[in-house]
């Protein structure tokens, strides 16, 4: 339930204002009010952390357990700006504060770090206890539609005074959650130059035949590799989707090439001196008694193989003629948004002393598999640090 009263006395007043739910809002909301500062939280839905909820459908993996610098490898063009970051929360410090909220985490068979539970929603109950009890105050239904001079004007008309405000709005992937990047027009509207979004962490189109898209849609490739990337993916009725896409989704959005192994724990040689005692077996009989292949894997030696011969580098370096990333508004995350040019190392716009910005509004991306969710959780860190700095004075 909200405490905000109706604007009839004028503008409310706020120590900090964070606008955003998600997991970068949150954390930088309890770094400033362990440091004893009055914190305000505003979000356009019914409850806060509703992104946060969504992301441990699947088991809410946290972090990864990969030792720096390995882990700071797969931010891409973000490396150094994002290490920077990681330098003041990184995945131990993450995998800390779950401890210190009662949740205790373990690793997976993948590196993954997981709650034991591997559910979201205790994990955030305890946190927003935790947060509660020094006094955070909660409001939700308000979305953020812009500025009345130095004012933040929410669309129930509800209007804040805030000392220092930290925008945490997400990119443009999840829409009916909140977000939806309006804030690239309300931001580009006062001189804050912003990268357009991209899809990231997303899958790509293709045109399949009909038969597969049929009888193959929805089956599983794992084991698999896409440009030397191991994991899992899915075809799907429009193409590709899965964690073993997602690191090559920069350079596949460029225009790079799509290549496909259907048999990671095989070399090439290999593949050839099996496939040299085929005989006079079919194909699709063959692959599937000799590499025991099923599903997907076998949909997709149909579909590129139909009267021709494979070889093993074939099979290994199947080229999946990709044409476009899925819309953005269906991706798990976004690329693109704030530079880092435009601001300073704690993450205050330079255009607009006393606003910062922190997770998926900036310009960087990641991978999933706790890269991601590890990086928003420390940019959070990082602009609550510089809120800290800036503000004059402490509850």
Same mark, same amino acid.
């Given at each position: 339930?909200?405490?905000?009263?109706?604007?009839?006395?004028?503008?409310?007043?706020?120590?900090?204002?964070?606008?955003?739910?998600?997991?970068?809002?949150?954390?930088?909301?309890?770094?400033?009010?362990?440091?004893?500062?009055?914190?305000?939280?505003?979000?356009?839905?019914?409850?806060?952390?509703?992104?946060?909820?969504?992301?441990?459908?699947?088991?809410?993996?946290?972090?990864?357990?990969?030792?720096?610098?390995?882990?700071?490898?797969?931010?891409?063009?973000?490396?150094?700006?994002?290490?920077?970051?990681?330098?003041?929360?990184?995945?131990?410090?993450?995998?800390?504060?779950?401890?210190?909220?009662?949740?205790?985490?373990?690793?997976?068979?993948?590196?993954?770090?997981?709650?034991?539970?591997?559910?979201?929603?205790?994990?955030?109950?305890?946190?927003?206890?935790?947060?509660?009890?020094?006094?955070?105050?909660?409001?939700?239904?308000?979305?953020?539609?812009?500025?009345? @001079?130095?004012? !933040?004007?929410?669309? =129930?008309?509800?209007?804040?005074? #805030?000392?220092? *405000?930290?925008?945490? %709005?997400?990119?443009?992937?999840?829409?009916?959650?909140?977000?939806?990047?309006?804030?690239?027009?309300?931001?580009?509207?006062?001189?804050?130059?912003?990268?357009?979004?991209?899809?990231?962490?997303?899958?790509?189109?293709?045109?399949?035949?009909?038969?597969?898209?049929?009888?193959?849609?929805?089956?599983?490739?794992?084991?698999?590799?896409?440009?030397?990337?191991?994991?899992?993916?899915?075809?799907?009725?429009?193409?590709?989707?899965?964690?073993?896409?997602?690191?090559?989704?920069?350079?596949?959005?460029?225009?790079?090439?799509?290549?496909?192994?259907?048999?990671?724990?095989?070399?090439?040689?290999?593949?050839?001196?099996?496939?040299?005692?085929?005989?006079?077996?079919?194909?699709?009989?063959?692959?599937?008694?000799?590499?025991?292949?099923? @599903?997907?894997? !076998?949909?997709?030696? =149909?579909?590129?193989?139909?009267? #021709?011969?494979? *070889?093993?580098?074939? %099979?290994?370096?199947?080229?999946?003629?990709?044409?476009?990333?899925?819309?953005?508004?269906?991706?798990?995350?976004?690329?693109?948004?704030?530079?880092?040019?435009?601001?300073?190392?704690?993450?205050?716009?330079?255009?607009?002393?006393?606003?910062?910005?922190?997770?998926?509004?900036?310009?960087?991306?990641?991978?999933?598999?706790?890269?991601?969710?590890?990086?928003?959780?420390?940019?959070?860190?990082?602009?609550?640090?510089?809120?800290?700095?800036?503000?004059?004075?402490?509850?």
């Amino acid at each position: 339930m909200s405490d905000v009263r109706a604007n009839a006395e004028g503008p409310i007043h706020a120590q900090v204002a964070i606008i955003g739910g998600g997991p970068a809002g949150l954390i930088a909301a309890q770094k400033l009010l362990e440091a004893g500062f009055s914190v305000d939280l505003f979000d356009s839905q019914r409850s806060v952390g509703r992104k946060f909820l969504l992301a441990g459908i699947g088991g809410l993996n946290l972090t990864h357990s990969v030792a720096r610098p390995l882990f700071d490898e797969v931010f891409f063009e973000g490396r150094d700006w994002v290490s920077r970051w990681l330098d003041s929360f990184d995945a131990e410090a993450l995998r800390e504060w779950a401890s210190s909220l009662g949740v205790e985490t373990f690793v997976g068979t993948s590196g993954r770090v997981f709650p034991l539970e591997k559910k979201a929603a205790p994990l955030l109950r305890r946190w927003l206890a935790h947060m509660r009890s020094k006094g955070l105050r909660i409001h939700t239904q308000h979305k953020w539609v812009g500025w009345s @001079g130095d004012e !933040l004007v929410f669309e =129930n008309g509800v209007s804040v005074r #805030a000392d220092a *405000t930290l925008l945490a %709005l997400g990119g443009a992937s999840w829409p009916q959650l909140g977000s939806d990047a309006a804030w690239v027009s309300l931001l580009g509207a006062r001189g804050v130059e912003i990268a357009p979004l991209k899809p990231a962490n997303c899958g790509f189109n293709v045109a399949w035949s009909e038969h597969l898209r049929a009888r193959y849609s929805g089956s599983p490739l794992k084991p698999i590799a896409i440009n030397g990337v191991q994991g899992e993916a899915v075809l799907t009725e429009y193409g590709i989707e899965g964690s073993a896409l997602y690191p090559a989704v920069p350079a596949l959005r460029e225009g790079a090439p799509l290549y496909l192994d259907i048999l990671p724990h095989f070399t090439a040689e290999e593949i050839d001196a099996k496939l040299a005692t085929r005989g006079s077996r079919s194909l699709s009989d063959f692959m599937k008694r000799t590499f025991k292949l099923d @599903g997907g894997k !076998l949909g997709l030696v =149909n579909e590129f193989f139909r009267g #021709a011969t494979p *070889t093993g580098h074939s %099979l290994k370096n199947l080229q999946i003629p990709i044409t476009t990333p899925r819309p953005i508004n269906e991706v798990i995350s976004t690329a693109g948004g704030i530079p880092q040019a435009e601001l300073t190392p704690k993450l205050e716009l330079r255009k607009l002393p006393g606003i910062f910005c922190a997770g998926e509004m900036l310009d960087w991306e990641a991978p999933t598999g706790g890269y991601l969710l590890t990086a928003c959780f420390a940019s959070g860190v990082i602009a609550a640090e510089g809120m800290i700095t800036k503000l004059p004075s402490r509850n």
